[in-house]
């Protein structure tokens, strides 16, 4: 599986942006997917995931009501949108997929994109 982030830039506190994270390669085999993000100095950090199907969606608290996960299995694109940016939004994005086979587990990760919030 292989996944690769697009959408990043540069934008202004209040502002949105929509990352999208393109699959290949085996994805007919990946269970849950999810964007991640890493600022200066700080750990990574999980932003919001979603299951295989899209039914099911979780966010970090910093992000509710502001971020939503989608992704449409037809396209083999994941998307966040982001709505209210704000200066603590700035990060390095990443997609992570994972994979299941019987009792193990495989993870997948994009290259980042760079998203920076300036007030």
């Known amino acids: 599986v292989q996944l690769v982030e697009s959408g990043g830039g540069l934008v202004q506190a209040g502002d949105s942006l929509r990352l999208s994270c393109a699959a290949s390669?085996?994805?007919?085999?990946?269970?849950?997917m999810g964007w991640y993000r890493q600022a200066p100095g700080k750990q990574r950090e999980l932003v919001a995931a979603?299951?295989?199907?899209?039914?099911?969606?979780n966010y970090a608290d910093s992000v509710k009501g502001r971020f939503t996960i989608s992704r449409d299995n037809a396209k083999n694109t994941m998307y966040l949108q982001m709505n209210s940016l704000k200066r603590e939004d700035t990060a390095v994005y990443y997609c992570?997929?994972?994979?299941?086979?019987?009792?193990?587990?495989?993870?997948?990760w994009g290259q980042g994109t760079q998203v920076t919030v300036s007030s």
């Open positions: 992570n997929a994972v994979r299941r086979h019987g009792a193990v587990s495989y993870e997948y």
């Open positions: 979603v299951t295989s199907g899209g039914g099911s969606t």
């Open positions: 390669g085996s994805t007919f085999s990946i269970n849950a």
